[in-house]
């Protein structure tokens, strides 16, 4: 009996130690969430397919914004002197900050803009420098956890 109850035990030990390493715990990374909401809390949806394409309904006609990415309203601004605009604007989706630095190397020359230069931060953001005409324009491109953020400034030069 003694001797049945010991066996007993040994096999239930040793099936638990092999099922452990057959079938381990799979771990979502940290970095993925499920769902993702911008700083105004409007939900941010998941992208299809690879890149970041323009999005027809950019709140400025002249800078791209990926389709997906949202406005943060409570931090946007914007105004007109007559003969340059002041724009402050942040906008955030669900892109790698280095694919929104692509996309608007891409993009901002097709609507006229020119790169005066780009700079990496230790943070691991990056920042975008254009002119057109008598406006200059800064990006600042960061990310995190998979949720890029993309505030644009534009000024008089």
Not at 86 to 102: D, F, N, P
Not at 137 to 155: D, H, K, M, P, W
Request: with cysteine; proline share 7%.
């Amino acid at each position: 009996m003694r001797y049945k109850a010991l066996s007993l035990l040994t096999l239930i030990a040793a099936s638990a130690l092999i099922g452990c390493h057959q079938n381990p715990t799979r771990r979502v990374p940290f970095e993925v969430p499920v769902v993702a909401w911008n700083d105004d809390g409007q939900y941010l949806p998941k992208r299809v397919g690879p890149g970041l394409v323009a999005a027809d309904n950019a709140p400025i006609p002249d800078v791209a914004m990926p389709i997906g990415f949202k406005p943060v309203v409570s931090q946007c601004s914007s105004s007109f002197d007559g003969v340059a605009r002041t724009v402050t604007h942040l906008y955030q989706g669900r892109a790698r900050s280095v694919e929104t630095v692509l996309f608007y190397r891409q993009q901002l020359p097709l609507d006229g803009w020119m790169l005066v230069d780009k700079q990496a931060h230790e943070d691991g953001s990056s920042s975008l420098h254009y002119t057109k005409g008598a406006e200059a324009l800064s990006l600042r491109l960061s990310g995190r956890f998979n949720t890029a953020t993309v505030e644009v400034y534009i000024s008089p030069r």
